[in-house]
């Protein structure tokens, strides 16, 4: 079953972007996704149900943990940029809001404070770049304004995974509410 949402979200999702990044796109995927907002709810408010210990994985899609590994096969990747991404304390604070699903248990705040982290997590990821757009437009040969795009960009496909792969009840280790039993 959690198969089977995870696969119509993705397809809403993919079917929305083919549409456009339209109000009536947003609001079908809203439609979708809230079900399983509302499973969650249900979940959240069951009377043996307790949240997990909180857990990292710092940047979901093993973007860490390949960070990581090409910074200790690499050594001038890791001089330039050390061994975990410059935006792994983004990520950590975005699975803080991912792990307890929101304060709120109901199914339409919840949805918006999903939709709130993503957000967040874009704009922490396009900050970053502030800190370090000389040292990479130096290293890079790159104006400071194309560091910025780079980061834009970078935010931009982080965003879009998350609001892909990110949904509550799909089975998946890094869902929305994921600190709780899956739905």
């Not at 980061?151 to 799909?170: D, H, K, Q, S, W």
Request: one cysteine or more; hydrophobic letters at 45%.
């Amino acid at each position: 079953m959690a198969h089977h949402r995870l696969a119509v979200f993705i397809l809403g999702n993919v079917l929305a972007a083919c549409v456009s990044a339209s109000e009536e796109a947003d609001s079908f995927n809203k439609r979708i996704e809230l079900r399983a907002h509302v499973e969650l709810e249900a979940l959240r408010s069951a009377p043996d149900v307790e949240l997990a210990a909180f857990t990292t994985d710092g940047c979901s899609g093993w973007q860490s943990q390949a960070w990581s590994f090409v910074a200790e096969n690499i050594p001038t990747f890791e001089r330039a940029h050390q061994n975990l991404p410059p935006w792994e304390a983004c990520c950590v604070i975005h699975d803080r809001a991912y792990h307890s699903g929101g304060v709120e248990p109901l199914a339409e705040v919840s949805f918006e404070a999903r939709l709130e982290a993503d957000e967040a997590l874009r704009t922490c990821v396009v900050d970053t770049a502030s800190n370090r757009k000389q040292q990479l437009s130096e290293l890079y040969g790159m104006s400071e304004a194309q560091v910025s795009v780079a980061y834009r960009a970078i935010a931009e496909a982080m965003f879009a995974a998350v609001r892909l792969g990110g949904a509550p009840c799909t089975g998946l280790p890094w869902r929305w509410g994921y600190g709780y039993p899956d739905c």
